[in-house]
């Protein structure tokens, strides 16, 4: 991947991520918690500066159904020392239980298990201990990007990203022209997401099948014209959002559809429109 955004890109993904952040924290309704858990894991997932922050801790696979299960009703989990083991695992449990579960006190009950403890006093006691800790280290590596790359000195600057997820480099550069940069690293990122996204809008039916077939031949044309080298016309990427946008509305709002159609406007929306 190769892409450049500007520092105001970088600021509001910096915002955005605290206010899921921060929605997470101060739940208190078990499944509403769950709700806000699937957005926390789904943003850092659709943001590559959040993800390869992710990627890059990633050391370890931990079994998490036999961690879940083998632990006793009131124990908690056992947080790894190692900071780089500490993201991850938290990262893998909260990713694992918005798949597995419908109700957060599943991951949270133990965490207020004493006579008179609620089941909002148990999600706010594990949001505290284990999903804050994971907050800061993404705050703080957020923060350390901002003051290597100059963010608050040079406001009218661009960063440019480059490499593979999980070996991102971020470097301040000067008038680069984006759309150049972006050109390639840009269609190559569409043609991949694309590609995800066309076989989930096929194997899925909706109410709408007028609504899906017009959304599966934009972005089949996209997909096309990417792969041919050539830039997406914004009249055809902004057809792609609103129709993507109404298909969206009929599904689940969980769903894997649902994620890839985000993922897909992310992208167009932040390189193309």
């Known amino acids: 991947m190769e892409k450049i955004i500007d520092i105001k890109k970088f600021k509001l993904?910096?915002?955005?991520?605290r206010r899921v952040a921060g929605d997470l924290l101060?739940?208190?309704d078990t499944y509403e918690a769950m709700r806000l858990a699937k957005r926390f894991i789904m943003y850092i997932d659709s943001e590559p500066i959040l993800s390869d922050f992710i990627s890059k801790n990633h050391t370890i696979d931990f079994n998490m159904e036999e961690i879940v299960k083998q632990r006793d009703y009131n124990d908690k989990f056992d947080i790894p020392l190692k900071v780089s083991e500490e993201i991850s695992f938290i990262y893998q449990l909260l990713a694992y239980s918005i798949t597995n579960f419908d109700r957060y006190d599943t991951i949270s009950r133990p965490y207020a298990f004493y006579k008179g403890a609620k089941i909002s006093d148990s999600i706010r006691e594990f949001n505290r201990e284990v999903v804050k800790l994971l907050v800061n280290h993404v705050s703080d590596y957020l923060g350390e990007k901002a003051i290597e790359l100059g963010i608050d000195e040079k406001p009218n600057a661009k960063i440019l990203v480059h490499g593979n997820l999980g070996q991102l480099n971020f470097s301040e550069t000067g008038n680069v022209n984006a759309s150049q940069v972006n050109n390639y690293g840009g269609n190559e990122e569409l043609v991949?997401?694309?590609?995800?996204?066309?076989?989930?809008?096929?194997?899925?039916?909706?109410?709408?099948?007028?609504?899906?077939?017009d959304a599966i031949d934009f972005v089949q044309q996209a997909k096309e014209e990417a792969e041919s080298g050539q830039q997406p016309k914004p009249s055809l990427l902004r057809r792609i959002k609103d129709t993507l946008t109404n298909v969206r509305g009929t599904v689940e709002e969980t769903s894997q559809l649902a994620t890839q159609i985000d993922k897909f406007i992310q992208v167009i929306t932040s390189l193309f429109l």
Do not use: C
Request: charged share 25%.
């Open 192 to 213: 991949k997401i694309a590609e995800s996204l066309l076989q989930i809008l096929r194997e899925t039916s909706i109410s709408n099948p007028d609504i899906k077939e």
């Open 26 to 28: 101060n739940a208190t």
């Open 13 to 17: 993904i910096s915002k955005q991520f």
